[in-house]
C-alpha cells in the first residue's frame, strides 16, 4: 500500500506528459494494494491501458470522456479508491 500511494504521490507531481506517461506506466510492475475492490482494480487496469495508447494529456482526457457508462464507472470507482487509501 505504502509503495502504491508513493508511487502515485510520484505522478501527481510531474508536469511533462511524458513522466506522467512513464510514472503510470510503472504501475503495471507494481500493481494494485491486496484486498482493492474488483471495479476499482478493473478501472486501475483501464487507467493504464488508456495510457499506454495515448500521446497526451489532452487525447487521454477525450478518451476518458468518451468512455461507456460502465467503463467510467469502474475508472471512477479506481479513482475513489485511490482518494479514499491514500488520502495520508
Not at 508536469?15 to 510492475?29: H, P, Q, R, T, Y
Not at 500521446?55 to 457508462?69: C, F, I, N, P, Q
Request: proline fraction near 2%; charged fraction near 35%.
Amino acid at each position: 500500500m505504502k509503495d502504491f500511494c508513493a508511487q502515485l504521490e510520484k505522478v501527481n507531481g510531474e508536469k511533462s506528459w511524458k513522466a506522467i506517461k512513464a510514472g503510470v506506466l510503472e504501475f503495471k510492475d507494481l500493481g494494485t494494494p491486496k484486498g482493492i475492490p474488483a471495479d476499482a482494480r478493473m478501472g486501475f487496469v483501464e487507467l493504464i491501458g488508456l495510457t499506454e495508447a495515448t500521446t497526451s494529456r489532452g487525447a487521454l482526457a477525450k478518451k476518458v470522456e468518451k468512455m461507456s457508462k460502465g467503463d467510467r464507472a469502474r475508472f471512477d470507482a479506481f479513482d475513489g479508491y485511490v482518494a479514499k487509501t491514500c488520502a495520508e
